[in-house]
């Protein structure tokens, strides 16, 4: 029976995972990951989920081994944050260079030093280029089914992508929402059983990871771009059967608010639900502003992105991560990429904000559009909430 | 933990048939001529056989044995990291478990991951120690050649005192490498897993015959096979072999294994030779002195005198 419950967000991860019948978890405890796995291994503990749960020594290790098992023909899940996202940096390369579909939950946290357990993106916006799909959530539900969708998308014979779902670490991972979560047989109609297409199986022997010499390595390296690119179709696809199965809206890149507005925040993550509130807002006193909420992160939807800011003559891009040395945020960079020699490019205003758990309220939204209107922010970025003595 | 582990059904190999069995390395693979990890590796999956699935850590036994689109490889094989075959290792075999208790594989294979001492005693420690301790039902072979050989000789924590590598080269004021060989297969004996061995390809039947022992117990086997690299270590490729037996000869690298806790030395040498016959037949210890060598003949002697009181001390003892 589908259930209507209260729960944290990372519980209702965890139940998503358990829903999806994984073979082997392996996963190393950092915050504010943990509740997820903590949750996983009990439900392994109780007999209520058939999966082996490799409590590995560190994250260099969970990626590794999520590899190994993946190669072995075994749906795979991992989760971490922060410094174990960028211990795992040598390893993501090779999972999606390999062709292993797997799922890991990122409950995104900021990089040290100095250290620092709160939430920002600067963890997978050092991971950019991994040649994963990235998708990003903004609330519980959205946690619970785009981690189906995600087995779905990097299992399709069209992509075989290992497939990381980011989430924002306490904002929501420790968020108690309310959750739908639907019967077993719904989830398993969605999500049929992994079908690896190569195995390490010595009925029939393959060499996994083999050296990629000058003549073969660049030949590698564009098929796994191939498969990334071509992976968007896929998305859209899932998303359109998870929409229909579950009865919700997503796409690659939603808008709220006035589509034709002048002004449009752009937001990626869990932000969003304030931006929405300020936006609300804002319309509601009659201000003309609009919202673009990018959902997938790699591949970036370019062609969606441009259409759903068609007609608009700012953007005010909320990034989660500074990139030193770059001059703007990196999703303010890749939209400005995404402009480049366009006639109809909006101008682009970049605030960092949120950074290492700085508290955004949904006024200071209202106040960067105000400013924004009025020039008053910086043409490179705006450090959001910079102490004025710093 | 001392525990009563029974090998005594392990079938054994002979010397005669050991041409009759197949190794899962194939000819026209790269490796160095005199290469002794290349050979032991032969000689490990000549007794696995086909139903085996190999984990290789980054190294000259992946390199040699991997350049696509050719490979040398007749069973599953897979290559990740350098730092992580254990790791590697363990998520394969926990997967074929996944796999095979829900019916989706008929049988579990042998897992056998292959690493060179650095990948063993310096980068992948952690990744090892996590494999072992944790009870993976795995094989893990170091191939210890005492150097970081792929990129050209460099010192690793396994290279033993004396020894000039390019980042532990002897000088006017350094014997070269200054540091006592770290000693990982009592490191790993100290983990409680139930097989440690040593091993070495000058005694192929006594290697063999750990392979099938270590494939035989239930969780982590540790093998840790001495492995002549005439490239790094100055030697004519025609005697590693001979060098090997010389190593095994001066108890500089005695043979011996670790079952269940208790040490036994499987090759007793009756003429014990003087380490200075293995040192001065290798380039990388030529520049060593009288006194360097007996320094290290002092080591050798007290390191083997050690392990026999290891093998004493965790003896099962006589039934009254």
Redesign the interface.
């Known amino acids: 029976m589908t259930k209507r419950i209260g729960t944290e967000v990372s519980l209702a991860v965890a139940d998503a995972v358990k829903m999806a019948k994984p073979?082997?978890i392996?996963a190393y405890p950092i915050t504010p990951q943990t509740h997820i796995v903590e949750e996983l291994s009990e439900f392994v503990a109780n007999g209520e989920l058939?999966?082996?749960y490799?409590?590995?020594?560190?994250e260099?290790?969970?990626m590794?081994?999520?590899?190994?098992?993946?190669?072995?023909?075994?749906r795979?899940y991992t989760a971490t944050s922060s410094q174990g996202l960028a211990l795992m940096h040598?390893?993501l390369f090779?999972a999606s260079s390999?062709r292993l579909p797997m799922v890991m939950t990122v409950a995104n946290r900021s990089i040290s030093g100095p250290i620092s357990i709160w939430n920002d993106h600067s963890d997978i916006m050092a991971q950019r280029d991994i040649g994963w799909v990235q998708l990003f959530v903004e609330d519980g539900q959205e946690a619970l089914e785009l981690t189906w969708a995600a087995f779905k998308i990097g299992e399709d014979k069209r992509v075989l992508l290992p497939v990381a779902v980011n989430m924002d670490g306490f904002i929501l991972s420790h968020m108690i929402e309310p959750v739908v979560i639907p019967e077993q047989s719904v989830v398993d109609g969605f999500l049929p059983e992994f079908e690896p297409q190569l195995?390490?199986?010595?009925a029939?022997?393959?060499?996994?990871?083999?050296?990629?010499?000058p003549e073969?390595y660049l030949e590698?390296k564009k098929q796994c771009e191939v498969a990334l690119n071509g992976s968007k179709a896929v998305v859209k696809e899932v998303l359109d059967d998870l929409n229909k199965t579950f009865g919700r809206n997503y796409d690659l890149i939603e808008t709220n608010g006035n589509t034709g507005a002048e002004t449009r925040i752009v937001t990626m993550g869990s932000l969003g639900e304030s931006v929405m509130t300020a936006v609300d807002r804002m319309n509601g006193d009659g201000r003309e502003v609009g919202q673009i909420r990018i959902r997938l992160w790699r591949p970036f939807p370019a062609e969606e992105f441009i259409e759903a800011a068609k007609g608009a003559k700012r953007l005010v891009v909320i990034d989660r991560a500074i990139s030193p040395g770059t001059g703007c945020g990196p999703v303010a960079q890749e939209l400005k990429s995404v402009f480049y020699g366009r006639p109809d490019a909006p101008e682009i205003v970049n605030v960092i904000a949120g950074i290492g758990g700085r508290d955004v309220p949904v006024s200071d939204f209202v106040k960067m559009v105000e400013m924004a209107e009025k020039g008053e922010l910086a043409e490179t970025y705006t450090l959001w909430g910079l102490n004025s003595d710093a | 933990m001392l525990r009563d582990i029974d090998l005594s059904g392990v079938a054994k190999t002979k010397l005669k048939e050991i041409h009759t069995m197949e190794s899962m390395v194939s000819s026209g693979h790269r490796a160095c001529q005199g290469c002794g990890e290349v050979l032991a590796m032969g000689m490990v999956t000549r007794v696995a056989g086909?139903?085996?699935?190999v984990?290789n850590a980054t190294g000259c036994m992946?390199?040699i044995t991997?350049?696509?689109?050719e490979?040398a490889?007749?069973?599953?094989?897979?290559?990740?990291?350098f730092?992580?075959a254990?790791?590697?290792?363990?998520?394969?075999?926990?997967?074929?478990?996944?796999?095979h208790?829900?019916g989706?594989?008929s049988k579990m294979?042998n897992i056998i991951c292959f690493g060179g001492d650095g990948a063993t005693a310096d980068i992948g420690f952690?990744?090892l120690?996590?494999a072992m301790?944790?009870g993976h039902n795995l094989l893990y072979v170091c191939l210890d050649n005492e150097a970081y050989m792929n990129t050209g000789i460099q010192r690793s924590s396994s290279t033993p005192y004396g020894a000039s590598t390019t980042t532990s080269p002897c000088g006017s004021a350094s014997i070269g490498q200054h540091t006592q060989k770290k000693n990982m297969p009592q490191i790993i004996a100290a983990h409680g897993v139930p097989y440690v061995a040593t091993a070495s390809p000058s005694h192929p039947t006594d290697l063999m015959d750990k392979v099938a022992k270590a494939l035989a117990v239930e969780g982590p086997a540790y093998l840790h096979i001495y492995s002549p690299c005439p490239t790094g270590w100055g030697t004519k490729g025609e005697k590693s072999i001979e060098i090997a037996r010389l190593a095994v000869e001066s108890n500089s690298f005695p043979l011996y294994e670790v079952v269940g806790g208790r040490y036994a030395i499987t090759k007793k040498i009756k003429k014990v030779k003087p380490i200075q016959d293995y040192l001065k037949v290798q380039r990388r210890f030529r520049h060593l002195t009288d006194r360097d060598i007996a320094f290290i003949q002092e080591g050798v002697d007290n390191s083997f005198e050690q392990l026999e009181r290891l093998c004493a001390a965790t003896a099962k003892p006589e039934e009254e």
């Open positions: 073979d082997v392996s058939d999966a082996e490799i409590p590995v020594e560190s260099h290790s969970a590794s081994a999520a590899v190994g098992a993946a190669a072995a023909g075994a795979v040598e390893i090779i390999m195995k390490l199986d010595p029939d022997p393959v060499t996994f990871g083999p050296v990629g010499v073969v590698a | 086909p139903d085996t699935v984990c992946e390199i991997s350049p696509f689109p490979t490889w007749k069973v599953p094989w897979i290559h990740v990291a730092e992580n254990g790791a590697v290792g363990a998520g394969v075999e926990a997967g074929i478990k996944a796999l208790r829900k989706k594989v294979p952690g990744s120690s996590g301790e944790r």
